[in-house]
């Protein structure tokens, strides 16, 4: 790493402007540092050097990896700068037959029926009020509940009346529920690419 420049910032800190060359390509690059001259700035500034040059490489990539050690930087550029597939599996687990639930409940019969309702309207006729009782037929549903008859005796076994007994019925309360087998989905999260390199944007200047 060679230091080209310091610029003052305040009393503890500098910026210092340096030029990192790592395969072939020479950077520059601009890092705040303390304010250190000489032997102790080139200290500091090799012990950041690959702190600054993975930054460096991290944009020149197009910020889509990267790499906690130089040597997997260095690998992953000689092998072609290869993004890996990735891809995703989603795994619907089985599921059970389930019956469906049933229940029971007293039949009801719906009908139409017809029913006379008034109303009172009050008209101006020849210069009077007259309040008049206007009746029209309109028709209703009607929900009956059924119910079987059964004559009712008493404890010396004479008939006294009838009772009702409610007409009973089933009816699901959930459906039943087929059984369902395992099954699993893979799909590309993404694809295999290369990422091409761009111009570093030298930051010393």
Not at 62 to 70: A, Y
């Amino acid at each position: 790493m060679e230091i080209n420049k310091t610029i003052p910032v305040d009393d503890t800190m500098q910026r210092v402007l340096v030029t990192i060359t790592h395969g072939g390509d020479s950077y520059g690059y601009d890092a705040n540092t303390p304010v250190l001259e000489g032997d102790e700035l080139q200290a500091h500034c090799d012990a950041n050097e690959f702190k600054w040059l993975n930054n460096i490489l991290y944009q020149v990539y197009g910020r889509n990896i990267q790499f906690p050690t130089l040597e997997e930087w260095d690998e992953w550029i000689a092998a072609g700068c290869k993004l890996e597939e990735i891809t995703k599996t989603t795994v619907t687990p089985a599921q059970p037959a389930v019956d469906a639930v049933m229940g029971e409940r007293q039949v009801v019969v719906e009908s139409e029926v017809d029913e006379e309702v008034s109303t009172t309207e009050i008209e101006e006729v020849d210069g009077k009020f007259v309040e008049k009782t206007v009746t029209e037929t309109v028709t209703k549903t009607v929900s009956t509940p059924q119910v079987t008859k059964h004559k009712l005796y008493n404890d010396a076994g004479e008939e006294i009346g009838e009772h009702a007994v409610p007409v009973m019925e089933s009816y699901e309360i959930t459906p039943a529920v087929e059984a369902v087998e395992e099954t699993s989905e893979t799909v590309v999260v993404r694809a295999e690419s290369v990422v091409e390199k761009v111009a570093w944007k030298d930051t010393s200047e």
